[in-house]
């Protein structure tokens, strides 16, 4: 494993900067997505052990992070898709690729094609003498090409769309909004879709009032937030927590 010296160029933007925000990760998570991407070549497999991330640290601010915690941010960063884990040998040690920014942006808009044909000619004029109707040519060759890509994407997202109706909740693929969903892989799209079920879905309260009035956009705000996440953070990792969240130097008198 390469050392983790301060030789080792950082490619660190302001982009990055802007996703930790836009997703909340925590200083602590985001130091160690920027400790990982020093341990190898960005989007290569790599085989990290947290153990030595939390020495460094240690030498840093004086003292680990708790085990509870370091799984925590860890987790934080796979379920933001900062990092794709490959094979999991341990809690602490991973094969795993620290994706590229470029692949966390929402992807592109798949762009409509031109008709147009290919046989026709500025300066061509019919053989009968009699000028075509528009839009009637039968030897025209209209046609509308799509990449490898292209088609990839539109699969994804139609396996999305799929998964959400098979849970009674609907996107309509043709709003602007529906493409804050295709941010989202389909293995956390499934998630937040398991954790809606546990928090009521569709069912109702007594009066009749939907637990989830809107499901659309909870589904939104459950992949933004990762809300499934807090189902495993309790009383000891909010106390683990809150412990390394303060300086280690803080005066005797606080």
């Given at each position: 494993m390469p050392e983790n010296s301060p030789n080792n160029s950082l490619p660190w933007t302001e982009a990055h900067e802007a996703f930790c925000y836009q997703h909340h990760i925590p200083p602590a998570a985001k130091i160690l997505w920027q400790w990982l991407m020093r341990q190898g070549q960005i989007a290569s497999e790599i085989e990290p052990d947290l153990s030595e991330f939390n020495?460094?640290?240690a030498k840093t601010r004086g003292k680990p992070y708790a085990h509870n915690y370091l799984k925590k941010i860890f987790e934080i960063l796979v379920s933001c898709r900062v990092l794709q884990v490959i094979k999991q040998y341990s809690w602490k040690i991973t094969k795993l690729l620290v994706r590229p920014l470029s692949w966390l942006?929402?992807?592109k808009k798949v762009r409509e094609k031109k008709?147009?044909?290919h046989n026709s000619s500025y300066n061509s004029q019919p053989s009968n003498g009699t000028n075509a109707e528009p839009g009637v040519n039968s030897s025209s060759n209209?046609?509308?090409h799509i990449s490898t890509e292209e088609f990839q994407?539109?699969?994804r997202r139609h396996d999305i769309l799929k998964t959400c109706g098979e849970y009674q909740i609907y996107f309509d693929p043709n709003k602007p909004t529906t493409n804050q969903l295709f941010e989202f892989d389909i293995s956390d799209v499934t998630q937040a879709l398991k954790h809606f079920v546990?928090?009521?879905g569709h069912e109702k309260y007594s009066s009749g009032k939907r637990?989830?009035?809107n499901p659309q956009g909870w589904l939104i705000n459950c992949l933004r937030n990762c809300y499934w996440q807090d189902e495993a953070f309790g009383l000891s990792e909010f106390l683990q927590a809150l412990k390394s969240w303060f300086p280690s130097n803080l005066p005797r008198d606080y």
């Open positions: 020495a460094w640290v942006n929402p992807p008709l147009y044909n209209s046609s509308t994407e539109l699969e546990k928090r009521g637990i989830i009035p």
